[in-house]
């Protein structure tokens, strides 16, 4: 099913699969004093009415009333600045940031491909690295077993699989990471940049992957910087400029003002 | 609350989270986990030799209780100063997949379990080396190590999310629970001391109600009345303010990590 025909699809399944209505993320810098028992039992003996200002803490306005819908069938892009708030607005969509005020409303599976070596223990085996990170994402340990050997293959790794992870390469532990987190087909998937892992060969296996993996997903949201990403892949863009939500548009109308001509 | 019946799907993931954590540390070692079993067992017999004699305790009595008082202590002190830090040192993991907080604690004490698991080795061997006998009242170990378990989840729930957000707690804690091991009868026996007054404050112990529920059982007595009802009204205000609190900070931790 090619991008158009879902776009039609999505005329008809017009109820949002992702919802942000005035969503506020904000981070407080609590100075080490303000973390302490010392600052609040002071403040409780002096009658808790030492004043903003001593107890006060830098807040940092991650994202700033953020409203947006996604449907099924979109390829979002984010861009914008660092710092702009891109990471921390697919951390919500991944549901690991609850807004603060506002909602956000994430239906269906959520796939995250930001971080994919995270949790992996390096003297534990490829083997059982495959299972930890799968109990990490919430595949069932049969699924696992079953597709264990598919896995490895993938990978490429050979009898490398049965060595701790300590012994491998950085590309050889991307590949690992690769193989398990794309296992799942969700029904959204985030990605921090268009992922590239490994050598020339393995690069292709793992484009043809993603590829598989945009075919049944419902939705794409990628945080990049890459015009070419942009035009190529996406069919709206959001510019996120300090948190708030500076442009929201078709790729057409952002992508000159963004990047320039 | 639905956080931790998840959890409790994701079982998988705590149990190997927690074996994760105990093997880091005995990885390409020969004796592996048994490390603990070894190491404890060492440091009890040394306690033996110096203390025993001079107890006026028979030796019957003295090493079983001396054996699991210590290692129950042991479990309960690393679950509390362990759970401080749950969230605090899987910070990185918490910031990137959505898994319930619950895991962390969980992870906690599941790994002092297994842990546990070894240690508890050392029991019947105490037990066999004085002869002595265990009668049926060992059975109360059961509801007894299940309301220990309860109570030891909650105090860590607190802790954790607590300790997340005032970064002075863990050390707070870490600096409290040294004087316990000497508060608490688990080199002594409450019986050899003198006085009303230090038996009466060992009613306010929570350390010595906490131990008596699983080593009186094995002992051969009941644990007290006093024991059950301390034991029982703990776990029951502790978990309502444990749900409590992490029910009004769940989403917050994340941001306090």
């Not at chain 1, 896995?151 to 950085?170: H, Q, V």
């Not at chain 2, 895991?103 to 508890?120: A, Q, S, T």
Request: aromatic share 10%; with cysteine.
């Amino acid at each position: 099913m090619s991008v158009c025909d879902m776009n039609e699809s999505q005329l008809i399944e017009s109820k949002p699969i992702v919802e942000l209505k005035d969503a506020c993320i904000h981070f407080a810098i609590f100075e080490p004093g303000a973390r302490s028992f010392r600052k609040k039992m002071i403040q409780v003996a002096t009658g808790g009415h030492l004043t903003q200002a001593n107890t006060g803490h830098v807040v940092v306005q991650a994202l700033s009333h953020v409203s947006f819908q996604f449907h099924a069938g979109e390829r979002v892009a984010i861009v914008g600045h660092n710092g702009a708030g891109k990471s921390t607005l697919l951390s919500v969509l991944a549901r690991i940031y609850k807004p603060a005020s506002g909602t956000a409303e994430i239906i269906g599976k959520v796939t995250s491909l930001m971080n994919i070596t995270l949790g992996t223990d390096v003297e534990s085996t490829g083997r059982e690295n495959i299972l930890l990170r799968g109990a990490f994402l919430g595949i069932p340990r049969k699924v696992l077993i079953e597709k264990m050997e598919e896995i490895i293959e993938f990978t490429d790794l050979g009898d490398f699989i049965d060595l701790p992870l300590r012994t491998y390469s950085t590309g050889m532990n991307m590949r690992l990471a690769f193989a398990v987190a794309t296992l799942l087909r969700p029904e959204i998937l985030l990605m921090d940049e268009w992922l590239s892992v490994g050598d020339e060969a393995f690069r292709k296996k793992a484009e043809k992957r993603i590829e598989e993996m945009l075919e049944t997903t419902k939705l794409l949201v990628i945080a990049t910087h890459s015009k070419d990403l942009v035009e190529r892949r996406c069919t709206r863009v959001i510019w996120l400029e300090h948190g708030h939500v500076k442009m929201d548009g078709p790729p057409d109308e952002v992508v000159p003002h963004y990047f320039g001509k | 609350m639905a956080d931790i019946v998840e959890t409790q799907r994701r079982f998988r993931l705590v149990h190997i989270l927690g074996w994760q954590d105990l093997k880091a540390r005995y990885k390409r070692s020969l004796l592996g986990p048994f490390w603990l079993t070894l190491s404890t067992g060492v440091l009890i017999a040394s306690i033996v030799l110096i203390l025993g004699t001079s107890m006026r305790i028979p030796m019957v009595d003295y090493l079983p209780y001396l054996t699991i008082g210590y290692i129950v202590f042991n479990t309960l002190t690393s679950v509390i100063t362990e759970s401080c830090q749950a969230f605090i040192s899987s910070a990185s993991m918490i910031r990137q997949v959505p898994v319930p907080l619950f895991v962390y604690i969980e992870r906690v004490v599941w790994k002092n379990l297994i842990k546990l698991g070894h240690d508890i080795v050392l029991v019947p061997v105490a037990f066999l080396i004085v002869s002595r006998p265990v009668n049926l009242h060992a059975l109360y170990f059961v509801p007894g190590f299940l309301l220990f378990l309860l109570n030891v989840t909650w105090v860590g729930l607190l802790l954790g999310v607590l300790s997340t957000r005032y970064r002075d707690l863990p050390m707070t804690v870490a600096s409290i629970l040294p004087i316990f091991f000497y508060l608490t009868p688990i080199l002594w026996m409450p019986e050899s001391v003198p006085g009303e007054l230090a038996l009466r404050l060992l009613e306010f112990n929570p350390f010595y109600h906490m131990i008596s529920l699983v080593r009186a059982p094995l002992m051969g007595d009941i644990p007290s009345y006093h024991t059950w009802i301390f034991c029982g009204i703990a776990a029951l205000i502790g978990w309502g303010v444990a749900l409590l609190v992490y029910a009004r900070s769940r989403d917050r931790v994340v941001f306090w990590l």
